[in-house]
């Protein structure tokens, strides 16, 4: 099986996967979590669940910035769109449902509406027709979030303003650890987040919630050593907070993105898609940024969206309640050409990944 899935060492992954075997316990079901699309990737493209225990389960919780967004966002864009404002986002967000609409069919009604590959782009944009309104719809998590804050710390021009859609990964992990019918055993934190925010956010899983957690990278051996990792730590009934992907994540992480995060952003209480209101989960704009804010220049708000379609599962997907090959549209209704649940948009999300793997 193992040469057969392009190891880049695949001794080592021999070796590393009877490792695993060694410290499971041989009664019970061991259910690891990871909040990073990029794992769920590497997990399914390398078919690394069929190496590891029956009663070993790695579930994809809401590790995809796209698919959290709440329909409700993705609504005010699309209002701004069909209003005359040029609207710009990153291509994965374009097709990601609103209540009613997407993106993409704002743009088949007329809109404006462009794709960029960074927010640089979205301000060159402006610069270049400054006399049309411009929006650009932040989304991701830490990873991204530097970006939109460097931008409006190099003050764009006056017809540029940002919808920020931005949320932070640990509130959203707490609230996974707290569901009791969710019953994890482990984290495998987000490698790309991490870079940014450190360790330290961290420690609260395994301190209060008895949790072992750890940061891993995204090769396929990084992914068995997190999981061997986390089934050693349960082995010993020690839960600690560990680095695996110690090559690029440092304890303190990147302080002068966090820098730029803090001059530019507050954190506020955030609507996730599926999962509803997460306390201090997402990034706003601090006041004296507020002429940036596209919802105060444009007289745009959109409290309450309809986040899950008639017959979705996403809501369930994300939490890894159910597999998406469970949810009764998986390639039926929902495919990656024709998208019903913002899972099966993105490339980072969990339907999308299972579809193309299949």
């Not at 993705?74 to 994965?92: H, R, S």
């Not at 994890?184 to 301190?207: C, D, Q, R, W």
């Not at 004296?288 to 309809?306: F, P």
């Amino acid at each position: 099986m193992i040469e057969k899935l392009r190891f880049r060492d695949p001794e080592l992954a021999k070796r590393v996967a009877k490792k695993i075997h060694t410290v499971t316990p041989k009664e019970g079901t061991v259910k690891i979590c990871h909040v990073c699309g990029t794992h769920e990737w590497t997990i399914t493209h390398f078919g690394l669940r069929n190496l590891l225990p029956l009663n070993v389960e790695v579930i994809a919780g809401p590790g995809c910035p796209v698919c959290v967004t709440p329909a409700s966002e993705i609504d005010e864009a699309v209002q701004l769109a069909l209003k005359g404002v040029v609207v710009m986002c990153f291509g994965d967000v374009l097709r990601v449902s609103g209540s009613e609409m997407s993106l993409l069919d704002a743009k088949a009604k007329g809109a404006d509406v462009r794709i960029v590959y960074g927010v640089s782009d979205a301000v060159k944009m402006a610069q270049k027709e400054p006399k049309k309104d411009f929006v650009f719809l932040a989304i991701g998590f830490e990873t991204t979030a530097p970006s939109t804050a460097v931008e409006i710390l190099n003050k764009p021009p006056n017809n540029f303003s940002f919808l920020v859609s931005h949320r932070v990964i640990p509130p959203a992990m707490k609230l996974l650890a707290e569901m009791e019918d969710l019953s994890l055993n482990g984290f495998i934190a987000p490698g790309h987040v991490s870079t940014i925010i450190g360790l330290e956010p961290y420690e609260v899983f395994p301190k209060v919630y008895g949790m072992p957690t750890v940061v891993a990278g995204f090769e396929p051996i990084d992914v068995l050593f997190g999981v061997y990792m986390i089934l050693k730590q349960l082995r010993e009934n020690k839960p600690r907070l560990e680095n695996e992907y110690a090559r690029v994540v440092s304890w303190e992480g990147n302080m002068k993105a966090q820098e730029l995060m803090q001059k530019v952003f507050s954190v506020a209480d955030g609507n996730w898609r599926g999962l509803g209101n997460i306390p201090s989960s997402k990034f706003m704009l601090n006041r004296e940024y507020a002429s940036y804010d596209a919802h105060l220049k444009h007289d745009v708000n959109v409290e309450h969206g309809i986040d899950i379609q008639h017959g979705c599962k996403c809501h369930l997907v994300i939490i890894g309640k159910i597999k998406p090959t469970e949810c009764p549209l998986f390639m039926k209704a929902c495919t990656p050409q024709k998208p019903v649940g913002a899972c099966m948009v993105s490339i980072e999300g969990t339907c999308r990944i299972w579809a193309k793997a299949t």
